[in-house]
């Protein structure tokens, strides 16, 4: 996980062991926020510079709304998020999802490419026949769902 004075971490949603988390590693209390489920995903994405969809599954809606707003994201190649990402945004491991916060950060033009894309993909997700054509296709490729 990425700590650095000019990089902090929100998670929204549901984590349960993030504050017996913090207490074994004092950096993720000082770099990282946890704010609990949010009904306004949309409102958060508007203050974010980055959705970062970390190793679990769901998130597949929210990056969508990310991507809305502007926001890029990554996320690992598996679950419903990878479907609704793209190739573009997704990582295989989380070295690799480290290199590309990392790249984000100090590649604006970069950071830039990445919101058009991410843009173009939120236009062509919201396509309800085409999306959802995309998005089956995706998942019954992948194990995880079947």
């Known amino acids: ?23 074994k590693n004092p950096a993720l209390k000082e ?23 970390p ?3 769901g998130g597949g809606y929210s990056i969508a709304e990310a991507f809305s707003k502007g926001v890029p994201g990554v ?11 793209g190739k573009d945004f997704i990582v295989n491991t989380l070295v690799e999802m480290n290199e590309r916060i990392l790249r984000f950060k ?14 173009k993909r939120c236009k062509l997700l919201f396509d309800g ?7 089956l296709e995706t998942a019954e490729a992948r194990d995880i769902f079947f």
Do not use: W
């Open 75 to 85: 996320t690992l190649n598996y679950g419903d998020a990878a479907a609704a990402a």
């Open 31 to 53: 770099y990282t926020s946890f704010i609990g489920y949010q009904n306004d995903v949309l409102a958060l994405m508007e203050i974010c510079d980055l959705y970062v969809n």
């Open 106 to 119: 100090n590649e604006k033009e970069y950071y830039q490419e990445m919101v058009q894309k991410g843009l």
């Open 129 to 135: 026949v085409t999306s959802m054509k995309q998005i």
């Open 55 to 57: 190793p679990r599954v």
């Open 1 to 23: 996980m990425i700590f650095a004075d000019d990089i902090h971490l929100v998670f929204a949603g549901y984590y349960e062991k993030y504050e017996e988390l913090c207490e």
